[in-house]
């Protein structure tokens, strides 16, 4: 009868070990970032989305390359899938230009080694001759990579619909 209590607590604690072993890896994986150490990340996201910006506005796209991330995923405001080659060429292309970017109400959270940038974009300019001018929602997520830098892995823009309400 003991012998059937043990094995019966042994063979609960390894299902509760199961069971628990996703939470654990999750807690130690999103351990909390120090106060400090967050300012400084905002500091870095904030130098490396004025510098997305500039590449932007100057057609660089040697600079919007080494922001990307290999396996970078963007969604344009028509909702595009666009990866980092398609992003880069058109950039280099001509395509995708900006005469004006202003950006505003930029939001920075840091979850460890992972940011999520949150702005409103007011810009003009052209893809593929068609004109963009237009006021932007967008979400850009950066992850910082082993040697330090932070790359953008995600991008996704919705175009704000004027009413005559808000004009």
Known sequence: MAENSFLRSLFLAGLLATALAPSVALATATKPVPRAQKHEYRHEIDQVEEAWRTAMLKGNAAALEDLLAEDYT????????????????????????????????????????????????????????????????????????PAGQWKIVSFEASRIQETNEHK
Not at 81 to 89: C, L
Not at 107 to 126: I, N, P, Q
């Open 74 to 145: 963007g969604i344009t405001a028509k909702g595009a899938i666009q990866t980092k080659e398609q992003a880069v060429s058109n950039l280099r292309s001509g395509t995708f230009q900006l005469t004006n970017l202003v950006i505003s109400d930029r939001k920075v959270r840091v979850y460890g080694e992972t940011a999520v940038v949150t702005s409103l974009a007011e810009l003009s300019g052209s893809k593929k001759d068609a004109d963009v001018t237009g006021r932007y929602r967008y979400t850009r997520v950066y992850v910082r990579n």
